[in-house]
């Protein structure tokens, strides 16, 4: 038998499948027209009995199917499923809480594995987020550290040693305009948020240290 001969035989019994799937269709929906309400729900009840009985065959069916469908025309499916995921937020919002719930240990697992095996990577996204926070680039943040001559803006210490997160300066910002003031070192930053970025409460700190220096310094020269 020569190809041409394989060829017609294959598009024979192709055109027979689709025309036997078509007769067989059509035949299910009429007799589903005519049933009574009694026929329709004992073949309701042996459908959800076969589901029962075969549900992973059904599943491995069912993924087998979607992949096919999927590697058939890829961005059609994108599509379709983005569209789902707009239409329904509160849904994709409850489906992924399901699943982080339910595979919590699993996906902090996998998180901490990519984590060892890309530390660099890791830091480098973890620092591009927080400058984004405050709409700064990484070219942006050293400008403006330069424009510091690489000091805190407030004790004047030099940045900490590259490599080390919890060294870097702290962005510092007006909590109500979100405006970026400058860049401080840890203490300095947690300083002015202890103080509520309130100037009257700092300058009253400078000047009860004032005193109290001054103070200890009038008692060693009366002790004197």
């Given at each position: 038998?020569?190809?041409?001969?394989?060829?017609?035989?294959?598009?024979?019994?192709?055109?027979?499948?689709?025309?036997?799937?078509?007769?067989?269709?059509?035949?299910?929906?009429?007799?589903?027209?005519?049933?009574?309400?009694?026929?329709?729900?004992?073949?309701?009840?042996?459908?959800?009995?076969?589901?029962?009985?075969?549900?992973?065959?059904?599943?491995?069916?069912?993924?087998?199917?979607?992949?096919?469908?999927?590697?058939?025309?890829?961005?059609?499916?994108?599509?379709?499923?983005?569209?789902?995921?707009?239409?329904?937020?509160?849904?994709?919002?409850?489906?992924?809480?399901?699943?982080?719930?339910?595979?919590?240990?699993?996906?902090?697992?996998?998180?901490?594995?990519?984590?060892?095996?890309?530390?660099?990577?890791?830091?480098?996204?973890?620092?591009?987020?927080?400058?984004?926070?405050?709409?700064?680039?990484?070219?942006?943040?050293?400008?403006?550290?330069?424009?510091?001559?690489?000091?805190?803006?407030?004790?004047?210490?030099?940045?900490?040693?590259?490599?080390?997160?919890?060294?870097?300066?702290?962005?510092?910002?007006?909590?109500?305009?979100?405006?970026?003031?400058?860049?401080?070192?840890?203490?300095?930053?947690?300083?002015?948020?202890?103080?509520?970025d309130d100037p009257g409460l700092l300058i009253a700190a400078?000047?009860?240290?004032?005193?109290?220096?001054?103070?200890?310094?009038?008692?060693?020269?009366?002790?004197?």
């Open positions: 038998m020569d190809e041409r001969e394989r060829s017609r035989q294959r598009r024979q019994t192709e055109a027979y499948k689709t025309y036997h799937r078509e007769y067989g269709r059509a035949r299910y929906h009429a007799k589903k027209s005519e049933e009574t309400p009694e026929q329709r729900e004992a073949r309701l009840e042996y459908q959800r009995q076969y589901r029962e009985r075969n549900r992973e065959a059904l599943a491995v069916k069912r993924r087998d199917r979607q992949k096919r469908e999927y590697r058939a025309d890829p961005e059609k499916h994108k599509a379709r499923a983005q569209r789902w995921k707009d239409q329904n937020p509160e849904r994709v919002r409850e489906l992924q809480h399901r699943y982080q719930e339910a595979n919590r240990e699993r996906i902090n697992q996998r998180s901490r594995d990519w984590y060892a095996a890309n530390k660099e990577r890791a830091s480098a996204q973890n620092r591009h987020r927080r400058l984004a926070r405050y709409g700064l680039t990484e070219e942006e943040y050293r400008v403006l550290l330069e424009s510091q001559a690489g000091r805190c803006a407030i004790c004047g210490s030099p940045e900490a040693v590259r490599g080390k997160p919890e060294a870097r300066f702290r962005v510092d910002h007006d909590h109500k305009t979100g405006a970026v003031r400058g860049l401080l070192c840890l203490n300095c930053n947690s300083g002015l948020g202890q103080f509520g400078a000047d009860y240290l004032t005193s109290l220096s001054s103070g200890a310094t009038s008692t060693r020269s009366s002790a004197a």
